[in-house]
């Protein structure tokens, strides 16, 4: 937990789900200059001669260290060859202000958790609040999802107020609200369990999910919102993410995610991309 401009917020987890390895790197290097025989690595070598087979490429992928990809990244800034090398992060718990930044990294493979497809419990929440339970109801249900990265309580309140003040907009707006936002199956739910919101709430959440229910409703959430994701940097990007990102100048929450992600990238990579001090 950190405390930034008065406010506490919760940093961002991460997980390294797969790399590439940096030997098919070498081997692109090599290609290039036609140079396999001077590899330190023996299995380099052996490509002079022979196409690889299986055991080879496994052997490959497994290099730790690569003297050439050390002076081609850091003497002669042939930095095409690191392309070759993917990295793929699990992040969890980062905010929708920071999936902004990211969008801006042109060359990477996302996938982000969708409010189109996971807002239910959300609006659940919000219907069940109508049947006895009103505002503070919503505010309790919710403060519950931890679906924020600021984590002051008191704040969260006010941003979960929001939502509700939001949502009870269209409430009052729509001659349809409750067939926009429960599935047609779950709509005799709200006769059966009328005046009992946590009833309610339990067989919405029970029953079938409203499909795409977050169309209608996405705007009511806001950067502050947690998105969990999974993203795919090429060697290369992912050296230009981290001297972006991993800077005083960056947005604060996306350097924290960024050094999360280089305290779960391999030394391999990082000695290829990260200046030494």
């Keep these: 937990m950190e405390e930034m401009y008065g406010i506490k917020y919760s940093k961002p987890e991460v997980i390294l789900l797969q790399d590439t390895g940096i030997g098919v790197a070498e081997s ?43 002076d081609l990244a850091w003497t002669y800034f042939h930095h095409s060859i690191l392309e070759h090398a993917n990295l793929s992060f699990l992040i969890r718990g980062t905010s929708r202000g920071v999936l902004q930044e990211h969008a801006r990294h042109r060359i990477q493979a996302i996938s982000v958790r969708s409010t189109r497809y996971t807002m239910s419990s959300l609006i659940n929440a919000f219907v069940a609040s109508k049947f006895g339970g009103g505002e503070e109801f919503f505010i309790t249900k919710v403060l519950g999802f931890d679906m924020f990265v600021t984590s002051d309580r008191a704040y969260n309140r006010i941003e979960i107020a929001g939502m509700y003040n939001k949502l009870d907009f269209q409430y009052n707006t729509l001659e349809d609200f409750y067939a926009i936002s429960v599935a047609k199956s779950s709509l005799p739910f709200l006769e059966e369990y009328a005046g009992d919101s946590e009833a309610l709430y339990e067989a919405l959440q ?15 959430i806001t950067d502050n919102v947690k998105v969990d994701m999974v993203v795919t ?32 990238t391999p030394k391999k990579y990082l000695d290829l991309i990260i200046k030494k001090k």
């Design 28 to 70: 692109a290097a090599r290609t290039c200059y036609d140079s396999f025989a001077n590899s330190e690595n023996s299995v380099i070598q052996e490509i002079e001669h022979t196409l690889p087979d299986r055991e080879m490429c496994d052997e490959i992928n497994a290099i730790e260290e690569s003297a050439l990809l050390g």
């Design 206 to 220: 029970a029953g079938k999910k409203k499909r795409n229910v977050g169309d209608a409703f996405k705007h009511i």
């Design 233 to 264: 940097f090429n060697l290369r990007s992912l050296k230009n993410y981290f001297t972006l990102r991993d800077s005083g100048a960056a947005f604060f929450q996306i350097r924290w995610l960024a050094q999360e992600m280089m305290q779960v």
